[in-house]
T-cell receptor, first 114, second 113 residues
Framework: AQSVTQLDSQVPVFEEAPVELRCNYS??????LFWYVQYPNQGLQLLLK??????LVESINGFEAEFNKSQTSFHLRKPSVHISDTAEYFC????????????FGSGTRLLVRP | NAGVTQTPKFRVLKTGQSMTLLCAQD?????MYWYRQDPGMGLRLIHY???????AKGEVPDGYNVSRLKKQNFLLGLESAAPSQTSVYFC????????????FGDGTRLSIL
């Protein structure tokens, strides 16, 4: 079985400050890892994913996440946040032996203040 | 390109009433999914489909039924609505493969009184 833990339910931060959203997972099989973002009153959108290769992956809007296999973590970071980054962020894993099963964390609400 | 479209966007029901939520995708995806989102619990899979005419139970299937008569549509039914089914429902679709991201609709907010 798999599980995903997002340690912070809400992260308040000032504009232009750095931020890290933490994600840890547990799985008996290898997994693919995803970060999704949900803006108010919208569905989830893929932010970035780790499938293989370099453990550092980047999104087009300045976020990055690093896969750490030994610590079973996939933390999301941004060096300087904007007001428009205010949203809820979900970490998710998909076991490599399953073609449909996406397991989500409980989400972290990022609140960027001016 | 509309992506994944859900109808309706909002609905209020009384306990015991029935309704159907419609999901349509125009990306020729094989897989489709229904989730519910509740505060502090992330998204939980209700039912999913790996192709036209096939459906399967997810993590929380009780009280729901689904049908996939056409590849592009996935319907979620509540036969006898209960207050515990008050939630935001999301439909998603994807290509085949565990490395394929899922594409989500904007959700249906459902309140059961």
């Amino acid at each position: 079985a798999q599980s995903v833990t997002q340690l912070d339910s809400q992260v308040p931060v000032f504009e232009e400050a750095p931020v890290e959203l933490r994600c840890n997972y547990s799985s008996s099989v290898s997994v693919y890892l995803f970060w999704y973002v949900q803006y108010p009153n919208q569905g989830l959108q893929l932010l970035l994913k780790y499938l293989s290769g370099s453990t550092l992956v980047e999104s087009i809007n300045g976020f990055e996440a690093e896969f750490n296999k030994s610590q079973t973590s996939f933390h999301l970071r941004k060096p300087s946040v904007h007001i428009s980054d205010t949203a809820e962020y979900f970490c998710a894993v998909c076991p490599m032996d399953s073609s449909y099963k996406l397991i989500f964390g409980s989400g972290t609400r990022l609140l960027v203040r001016p | 390109n509309a992506g994944v479209t859900q109808t309706p966007k909002f609905r209020v029901l009384k306990t015991g009433q029935s309704m159907t939520l419609l999901c349509a995708q125009d990306m020729n995806h094989e897989y489709m999914y229904w989730y519910r989102q509740d505060p502090g619990m992330g998204l939980r899979l209700i039912h999913y489909s790996v192709g036209e005419g096939t459906t399967a139970k997810g993590e929380v299937p009780d009280g729901y039924n689904v049908s996939r008569l056409k590849k592009q549509n996935f319907l979620l039914g509540l036969e006898s609505a209960a207050p515990s089914q008050t939630s935001v429902y999301f439909c998603a679709s994807s290509y085949v493969g565990s490395n394929q991201p899922q594409h989500f609709g904007d959700g249906t907010r459902l309140s059961i009184l």
